[in-house]
């Protein structure tokens, strides 16, 4: 009779293990044996840019110096989507990168696999082998090190799955030319009211069609690049959060459906427009037919008349003073924006020792030597106090406007944004499914915004559908909900049915058991 009920116990323990697919934990190895060969696959991201693959290829030179048994192959891509789909594809084959750049919300998803993405704890604390650990054969960085606010993006469930490669903020990059000539001074806070304002200002046109401001028949005054934060961070402005910690799907609420309304109005005054649309933000400014263009502060080198990374030709290019700002504000005596960019992470292997490897190249890419020479390139920021205050980074930093190139003005103005308003910034909520939540937020715009070029009407029973639509395409109704429903695992596999059946059989011959000895001890007592 024990030896059926601990069967038993054993039975209910398994079924109960549907749907937890994470790995919880990563067991260190003792020792790094530096005998053994290792080949590791890096997946890494850049915008064409040949000093960012130079970094990434000097990184791999240098650390296969200090651990010739350890091989780098890196595999380039040019956006994150295809980094995210190609892992997507990968899990099912078992055939994931050992390292990759990527988001947190890309994560969450790679996690619905089984033991897919390490958790990084027991590595970052391994006094041998851990952040700063004393067999490592570089200076690495503490855990200390690292700005927390940074390191908080890549937790999961409380639990670290993450590291941040590279940080950076939104920005908004204005013609302070124009601006001035229609008779404005762009403000110490920048606010919605204010870009509003100036936009319709700038829609005035003279008897032949031409935009005053500009002298041309095109005039784009305000276009946004990344819609969806565009929409999270006006949410977060107004203290309405578009999600919880758990999942919990808040977006489709009445702050929302307000923004929408009035954004309305004013894409029908033709003053607002999206990078989805129209195209790069940087284009129309720097050709004069854009005033306020909103983009991440690693697009800085694209913007201005003197960019580095021009992407137009010189002859549609116009001659204007830029000045980059914070995102605009609702309350100009608060900032609110959001923090983001690449993170870190490594996907499990059979070979533990493979997977230690790669967190030893993923250590390396925290170093001085890769984040402040990467930061140098665009308006990222280096993830690590030590580089922050190092007296390079500093040097870099004070040379500003120096040249148009390596201390592009514009660029480390942009970079400084983010650098004095560490506590102005928040993450938003990680789980499987927000990355879907994220990109319905920028649906939310660019459909209204399309509707209305249409001459759609766009009133609260278009905003009813609109929601609906969204939350049906984006698969929201199975990620959770506003009542907090949480997400659907699925059919349960069919070891766990198999489970079942034998834990139903099992008491099948309890119950029979039971009653075989209850009819014994009547026959008995008879």
């Known amino acids: 009779m024990k030896k059926i009920l601990v069967v038993v116990l054993l039975l209910f323990t398994l079924v109960g293990c549907h749907g937890s697919q994470a790995i919880d934990s990563f067991v260190v190895p003792d020792s790094f044996d530096e005998n053994e060969e290792y080949e590791i696959t890096f997946w890494a991201k850049n915008d064409t840019n040949k000093t960012q693959v130079a970094i990434y290829e000097k990184a791999i030179e240098d650390f296969e110096k200090i651990y010739p048994n350890i091989h780098i192959n890196l595999r380039l891509y040019t956006d994150y989507g295809r980094i995210y789909n190609d892992v997507i594809t990968n899990i099912q084959t078992g055939t994931t990168p050992n390292i990759c750049i990527t988001y947190p919300d890309h994560i969450a998803t790679y996690l619905t696999g089984e033991d897919v993405v390490v958790p990084l704890e027991e590595l970052m604390k391994d006094e041998k082998y851990g952040l700063g650990g004393t067999e490592l054969k570089f200076d690495g960085v503490s855990e200390e090190e690292i700005i927390p606010k940074f390191v908080e993006e890549g937790k999961i469930n409380g639990i670290t799955y993450a590291l941040p490669f590279m940080r950076s903020t939104e920005a908004c990059y204005i013609n302070k030319t124009y601006v001035e000539k229609l008779g404005f001074e762009i403000p110490e806070v920048l606010t919605w009211d204010f870009i509003w304002e100036v936009s319709r200002a700038a829609m005035q046109q ?17 276009i946004y690049k990344s819609t969806d934060n565009m929409m999270i961070q006006m949410l977060y402005q107004l203290e309405e959060p578009y999600a919880s910690e758990n999942g919990e799907i808040y977006l489709f609420n009445d702050t929302t459906r307000e923004l929408l309304l009035e954004l309305a109005g004013y894409v029908e005054e033709d003053l607002f427009s999206t990078f989805k649309i129209s195209s790069y933000p940087a284009n129309f400014l720097n050709a004069g037919q854009c005033i306020f ?12 008349t003197d960019a580095p990374l021009l992407d137009i030709s010189e002859d549609k290019l116009v001659e204007f003073e830029t000045v980059v700002k914070e995102i605009p504000q609702f309350d100009e005596d608060s900032y609110t924006m959001i923090s983001q960019g690449p993170s870190l992470c490594i996907f499990n292997k059979e070979d533990k020792g493979e997977v230690l490897a790669s967190w030893l190249f993923m250590q390396y890419l925290l170093t001085n030597e890769v984040q402040i020479a990467y930061s140098e390139t665009e308006g990222y920021v280096p993830v690590t106090s030590r580089a922050q205050k190092s007296e390079e980074y500093q040097s870099y930093l004070n040379l500003a406007g120096s040249d148009d190139d390596e201390h592009y003005q514009i660029k480390i103005d942009a970079s400084k944004i983010l650098l004095d308003h560490v506590d102005d910034t928040f993450v938003t909520p990680v789980f499987n499914g927000s990355a879907s939540l994220r990109d319905a937020a920028g ?21 009813d559908e609109l929601f609906d639509d969204v939350s049906s395409l984006y698969h929201l109704d ?3 909900s506003n009542e907090g429903t949480k997400e659907d695992l699925g059919p349960l596999p069919i070891e766990s049915i198999v489970l079942i059946v034998a834990l139903a059989v099992v008491w099948v ?15 008995v007592s008879q």
């Open 509 to 523: 011959f309890i119950i029979i058991y039971l009653l075989k000895v209850r009819y014994k001890k009547i026959k």
């Open 293 to 304: 263009a909103i983009d991440s502060t690693a697009g800085a080198t694209w913007m201005g």
């Open 206 to 222: 003279d008897e032949n069609g031409n935009y005053i401001v500009n002298g041309q028949n095109i005039m784009i005054p305000f």
């Open 478 to 480: 199975q990620v959770g």
């Open 443 to 463: 649906q939310l715009i660019e459909n209204v915004t399309k509707s209305v070029r249409r001459r759609e009407t766009v009133d609260d029973a278009y905003i």
